[in-house]
């Protein structure tokens, strides 16, 4: 699965819109472990918090500001959902 490539922290993380849960504890959703969203469910209004670029797959894109996750260029990617 896409959603599951995503694993910082040691883990693998799930995609929210599919519901796959976190392959090492099975937690779907928690501060502990970010939702992350995969391929298939990203939009392109998800864009960085600091520089406002569109997210894109290989990005790292949390939807919790207090979890967010730092990629190679420190941009930190939050997911903007409503």
Do not use: T
Not at 6 to 21: D, G, K, Q, V
Not at 38 to 55: D, F, I, Q, V
């Amino acid at each position: 699965m896409k959603c599951q490539e995503f694993a910082p922290h040691n883990h693998a993380l799930a995609c929210e819109r599919c519901s796959i849960a976190c392959v090492y504890c099975g937690s779907p959703d928690s501060l502990d472990h970010p939702v992350f969203i995969c391929e298939n469910h990203l939009k392109m209004s998800e864009k960085c918090c600091k520089c406002g670029r569109p997210a894109s797959f290989q990005m790292k894109c949390c939807k919790f500001c207090k979890k967010m996750q730092l990629d190679r260029e420190g941009c930190v990617w939050v997911l903007d959902i409503k």
